[in-house]
C-alpha cells in the first residue's frame, strides 16, 4: 500500500469512473460497481475520519503481545474505506468521526493516529 | 422445477468433545437423518452426498473431507462434495442439496454439516476464523471476527441508537430458550446485569456477545415431496432456498449495519415461496454475535430497519412472542460448530414444523426461516419450509 510523495506517505488506491467511487487497494475490477472501465490509480491522502473501530482485546494466534489494541475502518478524504489500526494511549476518548492522521505503513498495514 | 422435502434430520447434541473424531460426529448426525425417515437400512438409494465443512483443515488438519463423510455412512461410491463458505457452509450444502432434487438431478441427497473447533486452544480458533475474513486487507491489519462484528455493532449504536442493554437482551433470551434444548451445548440462564458486566472480547462486545465453540454435526435428508410422502417422518416441504454474496470486506459496503447479502437471500427465497416476511410464524438466524440477530432481522424484514434491538427488549422476538427468534438457543447458546450450524437451523426448523419440540414448541408454527450467514455477511443463504 505504501507510496512516498513530497515526503509524505500516501496510500495506493483507485479509482472507479463508472461509479465514480474511490477504494483500496488497486484491483482489476471496482469493489462497489463491478465494472472494469476507466480504472485508473490514485494516491489517497493520508487523512480521513473513524467510520467505526473496536479496542481488540482477545487477539489471534500471533497478535496477542500487541493486545489490547485499537482496530478501525477509517473514511479517508476523497471516501475512500480501508480497514486500520488506530495508535492512541486513550482509546477511551476515540470516538466515531475523530479525524485521524496516518503515520506509518509497516508490512502493508496503515497505522493512523488521532489528528 | 419439483416440489422438494426434507424427509428426516439427526442432530449430535453440541458440545466440547475432543475425543470423538470427525467421522464420529458425521456418523452420528448422519445415521440419525437416515434412521428418521427410516431408510438407515436402504441408505444405498442416496445418491449424493453433500458435506459442509469450514476448516477442518484449520483445526483438524484435514482436508477432502467429504469422501470420509461417505466412509463413516457406508455410503462410499457415491459423488461426495464438500461445500466451504465460513459459516454458512451447510447451508449452501443444503441449498446446493435441494436444487439438485427440485432440479431433477438426484431423487434424493443427504446433507451434513459438521465442524470439530475445540482441537485447537483459543487463540488459534481465534486464528483459523479469522481466515473467513480477508487475509491481507482485514486479518494482516490485526481483525478477528469479534473484532468485525464488534465495528458493526459501534456503528449500529451509532445510527440507530440500539443500547449495551439491548445487545445483552439477545443473549439472555437466547440463553433462556436453549434451557428448553436437549442438545443445546450451553443450557444455562443468564442474568441481563451479568451479560452486561461480561469481560470485553472487541468493544462493545463482550464474553456474552459471542457465540460458543463448539463441536458436533447436523443432518438433513433431501428428496422430492412425493417421495417423501412414503417415507417415515412427516415431510416438511422447501418453499424456497436463496443465496447471496456481498463484498468479503466491510470496508467496501456502503453501510455496515446492513447485510446486503440478507436482503438478497431473503428475496430470493421469498419470491420462489410466494411469500413475505408477513407469513413468517419462526426464525431461526445466524446469532454468531448478539448485534447479528439485530441486523438479521431487520435486513429479513422481521422486524423495521433500526428496531431490532427494541424488539427484544420488548419480548416480539421470544418463544410466545410475535415472531420468536432462535427457539432453539440460536448459535449464542445451542452453540456454533461452524460448519454445521445451518443445517442445525434446518433440523430445529423441521422439528418446529412437525410439531415435535416439545416444551420449546411455537404454537401454530406453518412457515419457518431460517438464515446462515458466512463471514462478516459475504456469504448468506435462507431457507424458507412449511408444512406439507
Known amino acids: 500500500m505504501a507510496a512516498t510523495t513530497d515526503g509524505g506517505i500516501v496510500i495506493a488506491g483507485m479509482r472507479c469512473g463508472g461509479c465514480g467511487l474511490q477504494s483500496a487497494p488497486p484491483q482489476p475490477v471496482c469493489p462497489h460497481c463491478g465494472g472494469d472501465r476507466e480504472i485508473g490509480p490514485v494516491s489517497l491522502p493520508p487523512r480521513g475520519t473513524l467510520y467505526s473501530f473496536t479496542i481488540v482485546h482477545v487477539a489471534p494466534a500471533g497478535l496477542e503481545d500487541e493486545a489490547p489494541y485499537v482496530l478501525g475502518i477509517v473514511e479517508l478524504e476523497g471516501g475512500a474505506r480501508i480497514t486500520a489500526r488506530v495508535r492512541t494511549a486513550d482509546p ?8 485521524l492522521q496516518l503515520s506509518e505503513i509497516r508490512a502493508g498495514v496503515c497505522f493512523f493516529d488521532p489528528a | 422445477m419439483r416440489e422438494v422435502a426434507v424427509a428426516g434430520v439427526g442432530m449430535t447434541p453440541f ?3 475432543p475425543e470423538r473424531r470427525l467421522e464420529d460426529l458425521i456418523h452420528d448426525a448422519g445415521s440419525q437423518a437416515l434412521a428418521d425417515a427410516g431408510i438407515w437400512e436402504r441408505r444405498r438409494e442416496v445418491e449424493a452426498l453433500y458435506v459442509g465443512n469450514f476448516s477442518a483443515e484449520g483445526f483438524n488438519g484435514q482436508n477432502h473431507l467429504a469422501p470420509i463423510a461417505a466412509r463413516a455412512l457406508g455410503l462410499g461410491g457415491i459423488p461426495a462434495t464438500r461445500t466451504e463458505g465460513a459459516c454458512a457452509s451447510s447451508g449452501i450444502a443444503f441449498r446446493e442439496a435441494a436444487l439438485l432434487v427440485a432440479g431433477g438431478v438426484y431423487e434424493m441427497v443427504l446433507v451434513v454439516g459438521v465442524e470439530k473447533m475445540n482441537a485447537l486452544e483459543t487463540p488459534g480458533i481465534t486464528r483459523v476464523l479469522g481466515e473467513a475474513a480477508h487475509a491481507e486487507e482485514e486479518a494482516a491489519v490485526g481483525a478477528t471476527f469479534p473484532s468485525l462484528f464488534a465495528m458493526i455493532a459501534r456503528r449500529h449504536m451509532h445510527q440507530y441508537g440500539t443500547t449495551r442493554e439491548m445487545l445483552s437482551a439477545v443473549a439472555v433470551k437466547n440463553h433462556r430458550h436453549g434451557l428448553r434444548n436437549p442438545r443445546a451445548h450451553m443450557r444455562k440462564e443468564i442474568t441481563l446485569e451479568k ?4 469481560a470485553p472480547i472487541c468493544e462493545p462486545l463482550n464474553l456474552y456477545d459471542c457465540s460458543l465453540i463448539s463441536d458436533g454435526a447436523a ?9 417423501a410422502r412414503g417415507l417415515a417422518a412427516m415431510p416438511i416441504r422447501v418453499l424456497g432456498a436463496g443465496q447471496a454474496s456481498d463484498a468479503p470486506c466491510l470496508h467496501h459496503k456502503p453501510d455496515i449495519t446492513v447485510s446486503r447479502a440478507t436482503r438478497w437471500a431473503a428475496e430470493r427465497a421469498f419470491a420462489q415461496a410466494g411469500l413475505g416476511p408477513g407469513d413468517v410464524s419462526f426464525a431461526e438466524v445466524h446469532d454468531c454475535f448478539t448485534i447479528a440477530e439485530i441486523l438479521a432481522t431487520e435486513d429479513l424484514g422481521l422486524v423495521e430497519k433500526g428496531k431490532g434491538g427494541p424488539a427484544v427488549l420488548e419480548g416480539a422476538t ?3 412472542g410475535r415472531i420468536p427468534v432462535n427457539v432453539s438457543g440460536g448459535l449464542k447458546s445451542k452453540g456454533h ?6 443445517v442445525a437451523q434446518i433440523v430445529e426448523a423441521v422439528t418446529q414444523l412437525r410439531g415435535d419440540a416439545g416444551d420449546r414448541q411455537i404454537e401454530g408454527a406453518r412457515v419457518g426461516l431460517t438464515h446462515n450467514l458466512g463471514g462478516s ?12
Not at chain 2, 195 to 198: F, P, R, T
Not at chain 2, 219 to 227: F, M, P, Q
Not at chain 2, 381 to 387: A, D, E, I, K, N
Open chain 1, 92 to 99: 477511551g476518548a476515540l470516538a466515531i468521526a475523530a479525524p
Open chain 2, 15 to 17: 458440545g466440547v468433545y
Open chain 2, 195 to 198: 451479560a452486561m458486566a461480561a
Open chain 2, 219 to 227: 443432518a438433513a435428508l433431501v428428496t422430492t415431496l412425493d417421495r
Open chain 2, 318 to 320: 421470544s418463544l410466545g
Open chain 2, 337 to 342: 460448530p461452524v460448519g454445521a450450524t445451518g
Open chain 2, 377 to 388: 455477511g459475504a456469504t448468506c443463504t435462507v431457507h424458507l419450509f412449511g408444512r406439507a
